[in-house]
């Protein structure tokens, strides 16, 4: 029986496109360009923000965020980020007494951001708050202290293989891989992937049909 179903950020929950597209104006290109690059970095399976070191070699990006951030044109999340689904489906997760728990890859700002839109969810966490990011195993550990249920009983929702739907199969967890953004649309076919899956799902509103297997 599924007690807790925890959820990616990024292409996820939210929309990157305000993410790389603040970048992009930082740093004086079109969005399309590094939209594109960040796209293939990722599909070449290296660190998305090689796509900013791919435009300005050197580029040191923590730095580059800090002096963001203290310019005023740092992290930014509100309510048009949300995919449409994601407070229908976590507020009907709640109703049917689902743990909902957030937890991805992002900075300890989007985690304050995220927690402000006051979504339906018990537990909103980053991987700079926790002090380790995926795909370590540690990262799942967490994500299991965080759950309070057992791996068999925890959902992991993700788009990405090797951040989310390996590194969770591998936690034990079960695993439901979203269709959504490049990342989940890139690899919805690729034949480990469904191997790995649980689940394959086009919209967080499926979730809700699960809790019976």
Known sequence: MIETIVLDMGETLVRDD????????????????????VGAVVTQGRDPADALRILKPGMDVREAYLAREASGRGEHLDETDLYDDVRPALG????????????????????ELLRGL????????????????????AFF??????????????????????????PAKAAG?????????????????????????????????????ILAD
């Open 18 to 37: 305000r993410y790389w597209a603040s970048w992009a104006d930082w740093i004086g290109v079109p969005r399309h360009t590094l939209s594109v690059l």
């Open 173 to 209: 967890l079960r695993v439901a891989h979203l269709r959504r953004g490049p990342w989940g649309h890139w690899w919805a076919q690729d034949p480990e992937v469904v191997a790995a899956a649980d689940w394959r799902l086009d919209s967080l509103t499926q979730l809700a049909s």
């Open 118 to 137: 006051d979504l339906p969810a018990d537990l909103v966490a980053t991987s700079e708050e926790w002090g380790v990011a995926k795909p370590e195993p």
């Open 141 to 166: 550990e967490r994500v299991l202290e965080a759950s309070g249920s057992g791996p068999h009983e925890t959902v992991y929702v993700g788009s990405h293989p090797v951040h989310d739907v390996y």
């Open 92 to 111: 009907g997760l709640r109703k049917l007494g689902v743990r909902v728990v957030v937890a991805g890859n992002k900075s300890a700002r989007a985690g």
